[in-house]
Nanobody, 113 residues
Framework: QVELVESGGGLVQAGGSLRLSCTAS???????LGWYRQAPGKRRELVAN???????NYRESLKERFIISRDDAKRAVYLQMNSLKPEDTAVYFC????????WGQGTQVTVSS
């Protein structure tokens, strides 16, 4: 069982930045890690993921503003979000894939106009 805890969400004005963190309860060395988001009334969607070897994949519309990174020594994955827009408002979830998919509880990000 892998427990994931997100942090770093909050309220920010449009154009601002936030850095989300997600810490796992176990070693992450062999896991694919990722961030998803879900806006009210919409389906959960991929933001970005990063494989154990470090290669990354982004939602095309976000790749210019968001950066995913990982620090396996800290069992953590991060999401740096820049130039935030009101449409980025959502609950952001991290996930980890190791045999099965594990999800965190989510952290709310609200971008005001």
């Amino acid at each position: 069982q892998v427990e994931l805890v997100e942090s770093g969400g909050g309220l920010v004005q449009a154009g601002g930045s936030l850095r989300l963190s997600c810490t796992a309860s176990t070693n992450t060395d062999n896991m694919a890690l990722g961030w998803y988001r879900q806006a009210p009334g919409k389906r959960r969607e991929l933001v970005a993921n990063i494989l154990a070897i470090g290669s990354t994949n982004y939602r095309e519309s976000l790749k210019e503003r968001f950066i995913i990174s990982r620090d396996d020594a800290k069992r953590a994955v991060y999401l740096q979000m820049n130039s935030l827009k009101p449409e980025d408002t959502a609950v952001y979830f991290c996930n980890a894939i190791f045999g099965r998919t594990y999800w965190g509880q989510g952290t709310q990000v609200t971008v005001s106009s």
